[in-house]
């Protein structure tokens, strides 16, 4: 019935809007103690736990309703998804872990501390690391913990298609596929969308649904917790929000000086 009746309507030339709310995790304990992360599986800190459970009241707030979710394989996002569908009312939903929007792989970084690796590299090598387009960070041993070949969680999967590091471009390289293949067929479905997931997976996203060019990207932070509402129409495009942040054309949710602090805080994470 409900197909027909989204055929009909699609016949008729109505157009048929889906939402997207995209949040990065909460501050996990690693985000705390200010060391690269990437594919490290920590937890959120007391603070995170706080600030994603008042994203998911201000999604609440709002009236959003979610047909399905993702989220990444880390626990960090895991929980961030989990007190955002607590909060709004939709525990019942079905829900995807997917490895392909896991954090950018950090390579060696993954583990040290951000304001020390400054101090030993310079600031401006460290900024290249962590936002140029395409360069990545050094490799990570084959051998360490953090090559995620050695970890059980993915041992179903190719070893080869497991990084040793990643930049925005490779993360882009699993992200956009995964959008376009799995996520965009729900929106043609007619479905609502909650998505949490990482700082630089989300940047990967929204570069490709902004059209955002590789030298304006490096400029991109996006803060913990933070609701990002997007609407798309009938052919899947972004619907430009009122109050979005330029180069964004999806619109955060909360108070928006409180906002832009947070993400100046994510920049100056490395001084
Ligand atoms: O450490 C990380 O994995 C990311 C996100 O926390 O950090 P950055 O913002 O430096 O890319």
Redesign the pocket.
């Known amino acids: 019935m409900l197909l027909r009746a989204t055929q009909r309507a699609l016949r008729r030339g109505a157009r048929q809007k889906s939402t997207v709310v995209m949040m990065?995790h909460g501050e996990?304990t690693?985000?705390l103690e200010n060391?690269?992360?990437?594919w490290?599986d920590c937890p959120l800190s007391e603070k995170g736990h706080e600030e994603a459970t008042e994203a998911g009241r201000l999604v609440a707030a709002e009236g959003f309703k979610f047909d399905v979710a993702f989220t990444s394989t880390f626990k960090r996002a895991i929980r961030t998804l989990d007190h955002a569908l607590e909060e709004t009312d939709h525990m019942w939903i079905p829900v995807t872990k997917a490895w392909q929007l896991n954090?950018?792989h950090?390579g060696g970084?993954?583990g040290l501390d951000?304001q020390q690796t400054v101090d030993k590299h310079g600031i401006e090598q460290v900024t290249v690391w962590?936002?140029s387009y395409d360069i990545p960070p050094p490799d990570s041993d084959k051998s360490s913990e953090h090559w995620p070949g050695n970890d059980p969680k993915y041992a179903k999967l190719d070893k080869h298609v497991m990084p040793t590091t990643e930049s925005l471009a490779t993360t882009a390289a699993r992200v956009v596929p995964y959008w376009q293949h799995v996520i965009v067929p729900e929106l043609i479905a007619g479905k609502d969308v909650l998505i949490a997931a990482?700082?630089?997976s989300l940047r990967a996203l929204v570069q490709y649904l902004d059209g955002i060019p590789n030298d304006e990207i490096t400029e991109l932070?996006i803060p913990t917790a933070t609701p990002l509402v997007y609407e798309f129409d009938d052919a899947q495009e972004p619907i430009p929000q009122p109050d979005a942040i330029a180069p964004l054309q999806g619109r955060y949710l909360g108070d928006q000086a409180a906002i832009r602090a947070r993400i100046e805080g994510?920049k100056a994470?490395?001084k």
């Open positions: 990065r996990s690693w985000n060391k690269f992360t990437g490290y954090e950018r950090y970084l993954q951000k962590r936002r990482h700082g630089n932070n994510v994470q490395t």
